[in-house]
């Protein structure tokens, strides 16, 4: 079982900046692929980006491309996401998933994650 908690979101002026924050409780947390997805009402859930087990391979959705960055801290089982130039329409609530298959190979695919987080809102104000 795995359980994640997502923080870091608010309201910010198109322009500026947030981190989000994922904190996941499950061992081994290291060897399980990491995203973020996001989701407007009425629409639905979208990729975001992805990060491997390994550190060693990222994805993006192609509007974030240059503006966001994801990472991961395995000593304290953590994944960001950096969010920077942000734009009204990145406004959303955002999702923390886990992809628990072992060592799985990287995908933006929303069904290969098994483990969710609540979200945290995002807000960009134009």
């Known amino acids: 079982q795995v359980q994640l908690v997502e923080s870091g979101g608010g309201l910010v002026q198109a322009g500026g900046s947030l981190r989000l924050s994922c904190a996941a409780s499950a061992r081994p947390f290291r060897h399980y692929n990491m995203a973020w997805f996001r989701q407007t009402p009425g629409k639905e859930r979208e990729f975001v980006a992805a990060?491997?087990?390994?550190?060693?391979?990222?994805l993006y959705e192609n509007s974030v491309k240059g503006r966001f960055t994801i990472s991961r801290d395995h000593a304290k089982n953590m994944v960001y996401l950096q969010m920077n130039s942000l734009k009204p329409e990145d406004t959303a609530v955002y999702y923390c998933a886990v992809d628990s298959n072992d060592l799985a190979a990287l995908t933006h695919r929303e069904e290969e994650y098994d483990y969710w987080g609540q979200g945290t809102q995002v807000t960009v104000s134009s």
């Open positions: 990060i491997t087990w390994s550190d060693d391979n990222t």
